[in-house]
């Protein structure tokens, strides 16, 4: 009978242990999925200004609008490790030419519908902005980061584009209007 109750009493305590326990891993659960949602928050506002820088480079440049909208390539447009005179790591204009999808299909995006569609091919993709963390110039590729994607992924030269035009500044002192 003693041996009996010893085995019931054992008994009840694992079980109100396994109770505290699993309360306790729930709320940690709960913290947890918070912070994650937090972050994710964050992340797309951050991605969101980023996508907005990108579409202000192109709306105030010329030369970025026509490549855009009109799919006109001017050669003077400078693009690092192309024809641009430096190479240097710092943010540039990631632009894909229409069809195609916001971020590419190498980058990973965060596990949210949001970052997930920026993967959808579009007709008139988003314009990010990123920053060049590498350059590969035998390759003509470079490895970015953004805010969109939750690791660096690598794109094309082809597709990064500086900032500032210079060809803007003659272009708005010219009488060639096919592009305004």
């Given at each position: ?40 928050i964050?992340?797309k ?28 390539r ?20 990631m ?18 519908p ?27 590729q ?25 060809i ?13």
């Amino acid at each position: 009978m003693k041996v009996l109750s010893s085995v019931i009493q054992n008994k009840l305590l694992l079980a109100i242990l396994a109770g505290v326990v699993s309360i306790g891993g729930f709320q940690v659960w709960q913290y947890n999925q918070a912070r994650y949602e937090k972050f994710i928050i964050h992340a797309k506002n951050d991605c969101g200004v980023y996508i907005e820088l990108g579409e202000s480079a192109v709306k105030n440049s010329p030369s970025l609008r026509a490549l855009k909208y009109q799919n006109k390539r001017l050669r003077e447009l400078k693009q690092p490790g192309i024809n641009s005179e430096s190479a240097d790591p710092g943010d540039y204009v990631m632009l894909f030419r229409s069809p195609a999808s916001t971020l590419p299909p190498n980058a990973l995006p965060f596990d949210d519908p949001f970052f997930t569609s920026l993967l959808n091919k579009e007709e008139s993709p988003k314009t990010l902005m990123v920053s060049v963390l590498d350059f590969d110039l035998q390759k003509k590729q470079a490895t970015v980061e953004s805010y969109c994607a939750k690791k660096p992924f690598v794109v094309d030269l082809e597709n990064l584009y500086v900032r500032y035009q210079p060809i803007d500044r003659d272009l708005r002192r010219s009488n060639f209007d096919i592009l305004f």
